[in-house]
């Protein structure tokens, strides 16, 4: 299994980024994908969920400006991320669930002017 995130970097406050997450190995189709993030000397944190039906739910500190998606001809999962601040910047994970979990490894936001 793994799961490959990409797309983090480095954005001035009030950009944008979108990180995607392109999984093999998983019955991708079935899976719920998850995007989470950790900030040095913080929890990890869930950010979005997308389930096998499409439905998405989101913490209540992206809500409005954080959009997940997913792909599953190609599958991926995205993570569309608008009006970016400095408390975004963390190690974002994505995340996949189906009976078990499995991790990709983390791509870096960094959010500062």
């Known amino acids: 299994v793994q799961l490959q995130a990409s797309g983090g970097g480095l954005v001035q406050p009030g950009g944008s980024l979108r990180l995607s997450c392109a999984a093999s190995?998983?019955?991708?189709?079935?899976?719920?994908m998850r995007w989470y993030r950790q900030a040095p000397g913080k929890q990890r944190e869930l950010v979005a969920a997308?389930?096998?039906?499409?439905?998405?739910n989101y913490a209540d500190s992206v809500k409005g400006r954080f959009t997940i998606s997913r792909d599953n001809a190609k599958n991926t999962v995205y993570l569309q991320m608008n009006s970016l601040t400095p408390e975004d910047t963390a190690a974002y994970y994505c995340?996949?669930?189906?009976?078990?979990?499995?991790w990709g490894q983390g791509t870096q936001v960094t959010v500062s002017s």
């Open positions: 995340n996949s669930l189906y009976i078990r979990q499995y």
């Open positions: 997308i389930n096998s039906a499409g439905s998405t």
């Open positions: 190995g998983i019955n991708f189709r079935i899976n719920t």
